[in-house]
């Protein structure tokens, strides 16, 4: 019988295996291309993850969380770039996009007078970056809803090939 990890701060490789009930041998196989050594190496963090490793991982452990932590928290460029998404429930990601584009509607006549002369001046400036935080709120929003979707698509709570005829229509 497997031993079962006592760690106490896993990473989140470690823990979506465990949560998956698999162990480092059986998600080798299920990997197929990392082997168990491999696993314990990422998961111990004494190597990180190469992108593709991360890539499969997410795809066969049906997590696309994955590829999300890894950019925002491990790629160089992603950590300048990607925001960290937090899984969420349907009704939050929704709420939160409305309560986003809600500001925003209060604040699309002001963006228009701010970039209108394609400067922006001293006293501009505490607004403009005002509604620039909050277009981040709803590409952050945007991203949780996509991340939502293929984690439903992943573990067939959403009809793949239905969503796709949807998508391609």
Not at 36 to 54: C, G, L, T, W
Not at 56 to 61: K, N, P
């Amino acid at each position: 019988m497997a031993r079962v990890s006592t760690k106490e701060n896993k990473n989140i490789y470690q823990t979506t295996r465990e949560g998956l009930k698999l162990t480092r041998e059986a998600a080798s196989e299920l990997l197929e291309t990392i082997s168990p050594e491999r696993i314990e190496k990422i998961e111990s963090e004494r190597s990180m993850p190469h992108p593709d490793e991360v890539l499969l991982m997410s795809d066969q452990y049906k997590q696309p969380s994955l590829c999300n932590y890894y950019c925002a928290n491990q790629c160089p460029i992603g950590q300048q770039y990607v925001p960290e998404i937090k899984v969420k429930d349907l009704s939050q990601i929704v709420l939160e996009t409305i309560a986003s584009l809600n500001a925003m509607q209060t604040n699309k006549n002001r963006l228009i007078e701010i970039t209108v002369d394609g400067q922006i001046t001293g006293d501009e400036l505490a607004d403009f970056v005002y509604i620039q935080e909050e277009l981040e709120k709803i590409s952050v929003a945007v991203e949780t809803l996509q991340l939502w979707c293929e984690r439903m698509l992943d573990t067939g709570a959403i009809d793949r090939a239905q969503y796709e005829a949807f998508k391609n229509s």
